[in-house]
C-alpha cells in the first residue's frame, strides 16, 4: 500500500474522495494473499456512486487485491468505533 500511496491518493482526489484510511485485516498487519483491502473515504461535494465505482476498478487494477471502499457518512453506528480505532491514514 505505501508503495502506492501517492497513485491511490492522486486516483482518490480524481474521483472526489479525500482521507482515505486503510482499516480491517491490511491495517492490522494480519491481510494475507486473499485478503481484500479495507478503505474508509470522506466524499467530496460533487462525488456519486459512479466515481466510488471507478476508483473501486483503478485500485484493484492497481492493487492487484479486492477492493472495498467505504465512505465514512455511511458507517453504521455499531461498527464505527471498531472501524476507526483500525484506520490508519494513507
Do not use: C, N
Not at 462525488?47 to 465505482?53: I, R
Amino acid at each position: 500500500m505505501t508503495r502506492h500511496r501517492r497513485k491511490i491518493l492522486a486516483l482518490a482526489q480524481a474521483h472526489h474522495v479525500s482521507h482515505v484510511r486503510v482499516f480491517g485485516s491490511v491495517a492490522r498487519g494480519e491481510d494475507d494473499d486473499v485478503s481484500d483491502i479495507d478503505l474508509l473515504v470522506d466524499l467530496e461535494p460533487g462525488a456519486d456512486l459512479f466515481d466510488l465505482a471507478a476508483l473501486d476498478v483503478e485500485l484493484e487494477k492497481l492493487l492487484g487485491h479486492p477492493v472495498d471502499i467505504v465512505p465514512s457518512r455511511m458507517l453504521k453506528p455499531h461498527v464505527a468505533p471498531s472501524v476507526l480505532s483500525d484506520a490508519v491514514e494513507l
